[in-house]
Structure formats: structure tokens, C-alpha cells
């Protein structure tokens, strides 16, 4: 056993119950995660996680940011929540790894100190599986870019404080995009508009507007035309950390499926004492189990250096499969009660849908699997 994974998990689950558990309902019912909840956990060592310590990090690798999500999943914390506060998670890794000091000083130090929020924002209005088909353009002007397009869906986006955000620079297709930092206060950007949701209440997600944003061009990450490879890069660890959600919340859901069925009494018996009920629970275990055991593998595997770009989305395709089937299982054995506005079990129904929609469609991943497994022509 890896005893420092073990105490992270621990740190992790000691974290959500002093500090998200309490609280979880009234941010979801406020919109949003309050900034002090980044402070605390980068306090706790948990922001940091997986980040180099040379850019303000705790270090450690996939594996260990995995074991940090399980166990905030299953103390209580809400997929919603996961990406609020993890938002990190994908809008500083192509900034960490570029190499570029003053990129690192002024964005990912911050922010992995819980100082400041970052936000990615890929999709448009227009479409947002075809990242290739961006729309939205920065045209070099001395020594800034000018920015104009609209995007949305934006996880974290009505917060942020910046938001890596992906332009086009060049001509059509992949290789005319860039990653270029917009920051909060630049004459010209807009958060157009907060949207609510089916679920991921606390995770506040914006529509952003761009007219004429003169950006520095000491913001680009990397160089010009880098920017549909620097994204594709990070898809693994987002495919993966997604699939962690879907399982993650399955298996919390279980867990409280299990204990409801124990407590509740039909026709004069619990309902764990009826067979077809046990055989439920039995499956519901079967599917969190293959999930998680399979992404854990994936995990490893990228970890170890291993190209596990078609794994990965069949990772997350069988984990969002997973919280699909389990939540709905476990809204339908709490009955009523599973269908209340504030029943835990009821949240994760509603968190789940998302799954297979965001961080790539199931189609369009399962087309991608297609591809690389020689199974396209
Ligand atoms: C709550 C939430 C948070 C998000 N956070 C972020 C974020 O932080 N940053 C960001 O950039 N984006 C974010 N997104 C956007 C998300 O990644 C996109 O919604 C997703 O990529 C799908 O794009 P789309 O919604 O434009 O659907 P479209 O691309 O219009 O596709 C619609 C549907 O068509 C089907 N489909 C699409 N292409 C194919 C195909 N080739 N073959 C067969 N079927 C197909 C799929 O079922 C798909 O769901 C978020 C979305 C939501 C809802």
C-alpha cells in the first residue's frame, strides 16, 4: 500500500466532512462555490495535487489526484463541486507545462494557492465536439492579440479571473489555434450570461463575450498554431478524471442506497431483505467495481508512459455507463424520497447526465476509439 496515497485519502475525506459536507446543499442552492473553498484546499494540500512543486504544486502524479476525488466523492462532495473547485484541473496544465516562468509566476502559482481562478474555455456557440472548427479569432496587433467570438459552457467561467482560452490565430482546422490567458478586467470581455442546469448546481457555467480584447501576447501559451495539441494532450487526464466523477458518485450512491434499504421497512420487512432488491444492489456494486477498476488501469498505464488515448475513452464511457445506471437505480430504491429536491441520491441522478455530454461526447469519443483501434476505414 502507498501510505502517502492513503493519508492523502484520508486528508481528503477529513476535508469534505469539515468543510463541503455541511455546506454542499446551500452552495448548490446559491449557484455557486464560494473563493475561500480554493484557500482551504490548497491549505489542506489538496488544489496542488499532481502539479509540480517548481510551479507552486504538491507533486504527485494522476494516481494521487484520483485518490483525492474518490474519497471527496465518497464522503459526500458532488460532481458539480469536483469541478468548481478542481477547475484547475484543466485550465492550468498547458500553462504548467509551457515553460514560461511569467505564465507560471502570474497564473498557475496563484491559482494552485487557491489566490485566483482559472477557467478553460474551448466551446462555442456553434458546436463543441469539432474543436477543430473554433471560430473564435485573435489577430496579432504590435505587441497584442485582439480578440473577438463568443463561448460557452464554461465551467467556473462567472468567477474566473482568468480564462485560457482557445483562439484562432491562423488559417482553418487544428493547425490555426492558439491557448491565450484572458484576464478578468480587459476592456471588452464579458461573462454574457450565467446558465442554470439539470445539475452541477455549484458549478457556476458562463457564456463569455470578446469584442476587440486586446490581450498581451506575453499571454499565448506556447507557440502559435500549438494550440489543438496542447488541449488534445490534457483530453487522457480530463477523460479520466470525468470517469472518476461517474463511478465516484455511483459508488456514493450505492453506499447510500444500501444503508436506505437496511432502514426501510415494506410490507413489513426491510427492503434489503427482498431478493430481487439484494440482486439490485449486487449489480449496481458489479458496475462501480468495473469501472473503477478499469480506469484505474488506464490510469496506471498513462502514468507509466503508455499512449491510452482510445482507453481512456472507453474508461469514460464505461464509468459514466456505470453512474447512469446506478444513480437512477438508487433514486428509484429511496422511492419518494429519492425524488425530493435535496436527497443526496437525487443530486448525483441529475449530476450524471452531464457525464457522457461533457469533456467529449460518447459518440464522438467512441468515433475516436474507432480510429485508433483500426476499427474506422
Ligand atoms: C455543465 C457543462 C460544463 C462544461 N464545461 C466546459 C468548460 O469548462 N470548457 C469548455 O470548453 N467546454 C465546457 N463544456 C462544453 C462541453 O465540453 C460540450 O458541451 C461538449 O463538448 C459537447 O459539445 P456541444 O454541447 O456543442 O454538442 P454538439 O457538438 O453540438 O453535439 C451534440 C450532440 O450530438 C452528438 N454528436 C456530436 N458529434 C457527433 C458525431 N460526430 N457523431 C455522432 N454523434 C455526434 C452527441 O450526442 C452530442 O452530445 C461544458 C458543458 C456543460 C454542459
Not at 491559482?111 to 469539432?130: F, H, K, M, N, Q
Not at 430481487?276 to 469501472?291: C, G, I, S, Y
Request: glycine letters at 12%; charged letters at 25%; a negative charge.
Amino acid at each position: 500500500m502507498n501510505t502517502e496515497r492513503e493519508a492523502l485519502r484520508e486528508s481528503a475525506r477529513e476535508f469534505t466532512r469539515r468543510e463541503v459536507a455541511p455546506y454542499l446543499q446551500q452552495w448548490e442552492d446559491a449557484g455557486d462555490v464560494p473563493r475561500d473553498l480554493h484557500r482551504r484546499a490548497a491549505k489542506q494540500g489538496l488544489l496542488g495535487v499532481a502539479f509540480p512543486v517548481e510551479v507552486g504544486g504538491e507533486g504527485g502524479d494522476l494516481l494521487d489526484s484520483i485518490a483525492v476525488m474518490e474519497a471527496m466523492l465518497a464522503e459526500g462532495a458532488s460532481s458539480g463541486l469536483m469541478a468548481a473547485l478542481f477547475t484547475s484541473g484543466i485550465a492550468l496544465p498547458h500553462l504548467a507545462t509551457s515553460g514560461d516562468a511569467d505564465l507560471v509566476d502570474r497564473f498557475v502559482r496563484p491559482t494552485l494557492a487557491g489566490e485566483l481562478i482559472g477557467s478553460l474555455a474551448v466551446t462555442e456557440p456553434g458546436g463543441g465536439s469539432d474543436v477543430a472548427a473554433i471560430r473564435t479569432t485573435a489577430r496579432r496587433d504590435g505587441d497584442d492579440y485582439v480578440v473577438n467570438g463568443t463561448k460557452t459552457f464554461i465551467t467556473s467561467g462567472v468567477r474566473a479571473d482568468f480564462v485560457t482560452t482557445a483562439v484562432r490565430t491562423g488559417g482553418p482546422g487544428h493547425d490555426g489555434l492558439s491557448l491565450l490567458v484572458v484576464e478578468k478586467g480587459m476592456p471588452g470581455f464579458t461573462v454574457d450570461r450565467s446558465l442554470s442546469k439539470t445539475g452541477w448546481h455549484c458549478s457556476d457555467t458562463a457564456e463569455l463575450g470578446f469584442a476587440d480584447v486586446r490581450v498581451p501576447a506575453r499571454n499565448l501559451v506556447g507557440v502559435e498554431g500549438s494550440g489543438f495539441a496542447q488541449i488534445a494532450e490534457q483530453f487522457v487526464v480530463e477523460r479520466l478524471a470525468l470517469a472518476v466523477h461517474g463511478y465516484g458518485i455511483a459508488a456514493r450512491s450505492l453506499a447510500l442506497t444500501a444503508a436506505y434499504c437496511r432502514r426501510r421497512e415494506t410490507f413489513g420487512r426491510p427492503l434489503v431483505a427482498r431478493q430481487v432488491v439484494q440482486q439490485r444492489l449486487v449489480e449496481m456494486h458489479r458496475r462501480v467495481e468495473v469501472a473503477r477498476a478499469y480506469a484505474h488501469e488506464i490510469a496506471r498505464r498513462h502514468v507509466g508512459g503508455a499512449d491510452v488515448v482510445a482507453e481512456a475513452c472507453l474508461a469514460k464511457q464505461t464509468a459514466v455507463e456505470c453512474a447512469a445506471y446506478v444513480c437512477d437505480q438508487a433514486v428509484q430504491l429511496h422511492g419518494g424520497t429519492g425524488y425530493l429536491h435535496g436527497t443526496e441520491v437525487e443530486r448525483h441522478f441529475r449530476d450524471a447526465r452531464i457525464l457522457p455530454i461533457g469533456g467529449g461526447a460518447t459518440e464522438v469519443l467512441t468515433d475516436l476509439a474507432a480510429r485508433l483501434l483500426g476499427y474506422a476505414p
